[in-house]
DNA sequence: CTTGGAATGTCAACAAGGCTGACATAAAAT
DNA sequence: ATTTTATGTCAGCCTTGTTGACATTCCAAG
């Protein structure tokens, strides 16, 4: 099941060919798919698509969060994002508040309707997840969330290990 | 570092929280981040784009595939990936030769420039992909390997067990 | 053999969502 | 008080997805 040989630490005895990284690479590019493929699905129905998923998201898990905030989560520009925004605010999925100390600033919240899309999009993706996680066991998921840790950026590995435990 | 209780075979009892399950989703979406960033770069000095490196990736894997085979793998439309086997025939990377058997098909294959730029960027790619899996050690990648695969869409896991080893 | 359908690939036009540039407004600094 | 900086919005471009229309080639039924 391993790679190649190891030591008793199974450390720094990792031979990999380019043919094994190249497996590698091709089953990120093919889960990636399946990882996307039942949002997409949901927000096609709604004539939205993953931007729109991703914004929800992320104002979901940090509630007031700010424009500046959510696109160096997201990683685009914020005149990319600003279009996915309006959208949401104008269908009343999302409501934007005028900052209280930084008038600048716009604070993002879900409405409830914005909440339940959200809900209903991260249900089909949990799922999936939670079917892959089954299937796999949790040694695997263990090393899975350690491969893919190790493959982030740094500045993004800090965002996303500040995640904390929020309610819905 | 396991995710919730196990018996002694490791299986059936996972507890999944939506929390869990949410921040695997956000590893999976940031370490998809990073596992393009560094092709993307690549692309962007030669006026080229994520669908291109696609391209090149399965032609090279495949030499001498047909469009109609090409198109099954990535999941587009022929008419989408019409547009980018058209420039990267233009620029002198893909070779289409008329079908041998069957006129109505096009063989495709690298040209030296073609397998050169594939090189460039694979190898960008796997140089992310090995210092992951040396972070990880052998046994993560084996599970990270075992979740992404339980994470595709059927038909695209059998897509992917065919794979054969190749030469470049 | 011919003819009608099915399969393969190309061309055209449209939509989503990236991007840069220009700008209004608010805050901060000089 | 005025300049500079930060946040967010509006306009327009480009890549890459989409569907529709079509030419060519193959194959099967008559």
Redesign the pocket.
């Known amino acids: 099941m391993a790679d190649g040989p190891t030591n008793s630490s199974g450390e720094n005895l990792l031979f990999l060919t380019d043919e094994q990284l190249r497996k590698g690479i091709e089953a990120m590019f093919f889960a990636y798919r399946g990882f996307t493929a039942d949002p997409d699905r949901i ?1 096609d129905e709604h ?6 998923h ?1 914004a929800l998201h992320f104002i979901n898990r940090t509630y007031g969060t ?6 160096l989560v ?14 949401l605010i104008e269908d009343g999925l999302v409501e ?1 508040r005028i ?1 209280k ?7 993002l919240y879900l409405t409830e309707a914005g909440a339940a899309l959200e809900r209903a999009l991260s249900e089909a993706q949990r799922e999936r997840m939670r079917a892959a996680y089954r299937a796999a066991g949790p040694q695997a998921v263990a090393g899975f969330r350690q491969v893919l840790e190790a493959m982030m950026d740094d500045e993004i590995r800090r965002q996303y290990n500040t995640l904390r435990e929020r309610r819905t």
């Open positions: 927000l004539g939205y698509g993953r931007a729109h991703r700010t424009v500046n905030n959510l696109l997201l990683g685009v520009t914020k005149q990319s994002l600003n279009r996915v925004l309006r959208t934007s900052g100390t930084d008038r600048r600033e716009r604070n």
